[in-house]
């Protein structure tokens, strides 16, 4: 099934043919490139069931009441997506194991209580190569994401284009030479999808709202309800195993493909931690089942694109059609809250041909996640 045919048969039924735009389409498609995805009606595990093709939008902002997972304020500067992801060397005292488990104890001490809605705040980065002038943009995107509690609900959505900018400074003095265009045509790393053009300037927020279908609201190895996620075991044996229960040799995107267990595990679990409703001991639980996977490294004193530093929890995947990369979850040690994640080059080859090693293909930041009582407006 090639990535086009992936997106129509994920598409949930009760959208119709609500027509979706071509930034959002193609950010749809890279990001596929970047990380694996979910087959048929699965979603990425740090989305919502309807995913971001599914919506253009969401509601007015509201203030969160109650921290779930509300991440650190930004420190310092730090590369886009299509910069070279960020590391500063240190003396690494701990093992990843250790440092994963201490993770996973702050996560403990987080506070359990809940509110009306879910609601999360996150900014998407994607990086493209220009078809002409040999430099990359990063086309970025805000949005504010609403999941009721109770069922029978409505999902709602508040997105913002926030406009494409050069990766870096030396692509930003080779777009200057190129006369700084407010419009920029992109490579799009998929086969068979049409060069898009990138504008530079903001767009105006869109709002948006979709049912919930058979109280589905996230995907976690398959499509699970918030009652699910609520009553996940909180002991990293038995979440292991509830999580192994969906995995059946291939990876989350194709059935064609084969994905080693941890590969899997720590693809779906990353949702679980950056931006899911599940009790704070849950989170601990993910945090020391990502602690026994050999395959997981630590990358201490990363800076995301929000100019946090914090740590990665990194595993290193191979795809034919882009090479090697190594997908990371993003957290700052002093808390256990997650940051966000990223997906860096690491051998480029096929539709990643024109990144250099070290790039962040695509990354998204979480700004905020916790339980509100106050909902989007109407």
């Known amino acids: ?37 979910g087959s048929r009606r699965r979603r990425p595990a740090v989305r919502p ?25 930004p420190r310092k500067q730090a590369p886009q997506a299509g910069q070279s992801a960020s590391a500063t060397p240190r003396k690494v005292t701990l093992s990843a194991r250790e440092v994963l488990l201490a993770a996973a104890e702050k996560a403990d001490r987080q506070p359990d209580r809940t509110g009306d809605w879910w609601y999360t ?18 086309d970025r995107e805000r949005n504010e994401e609403w999941t009721p509690r109770a069922t029978g609900g409505e999902q709602w959505s508040r997105t913002r284009r926030l406009g494409a900018l050069p990766a870096s400074e030396a692509d930003r003095l080779a777009w200057e030479q190129a006369g700084s265009p407010a419009g920029v045509e992109v490579v799009v790393p998929v086969k068979k999808v049409a060069p898009l053009t990138l ?36 002991e990293p044996a038995k979440l292991k195993k509830w999580l192994l229960d969906s995995y059946d040799g291939h990876s989350t995107e194709s059935s064609s493909v084969e994905m080693a267990a941890d590969t899997w595990l720590f693809t779906v679990s990353v949702g ?20 026994g996977l050999d395959s997981v490294k630590v990358i201490e004193n990363v800076t995301d694109a929000e100019g946090r530093t914090g740590t990665a929890a990194a595993i290193r995947q191979s795809d ?13 040690e002093a808390t256990g809250r997650a940051l966000g994640t990223e997906s860096v080059v690491v051998e480029p080859r096929g539709l990643w041909k024109s990144f250099e090693p070290g790039t962040v293909s695509s990354s998204e930041a979480v700004l905020e996640a916790g339980w509100t009582d106050a909902g989007p407006k109407r």
């Open 49 to 73: 069931v309807w995913g971001l093709a599914a919506l253009a939008a969401g509601a007015t902002a509201v203030a969160v009441v109650v921290a779930g997972n509300a991440a650190p304020a």
């Open 320 to 332: 034919e059609r882009t090479g090697v990369r190594e997908s990371r979850l993003l957290f700052d």
């Open 199 to 234: 504008r530079t300037t903001p767009d105006k927020a869109t709002t948006s709202h979709s049912p919930l279908v058979d109280g589905e609201v996230f995907w976690l190895g398959r499509n699970v309800t918030m009652k699910d996620l609520r009553g996940l075991p909180d």
């Open 121 to 138: 705040v996150t900014v998407s980065r994607y990086a493209y190569p220009a078809v002409k002038g040999g430099y990359l943009m990063v």
């Open 272 to 291: 679980l931690i950056v931006s899911m409703p599940v009790t704070p001991q849950v989170r601990g639980a993910a945090f020391r089942m990502l602690a």
């Open 1 to 37: 099934m090639n990535p086009m045919d992936e997106l129509r048969a994920a598409r949930p039924a009760h959208l119709g043919d609500r027509p979706v735009d071509e930034r959002t389409r193609a950010a749809e498609l890279a990001h596929a490139m970047s990380g694996p995805r």
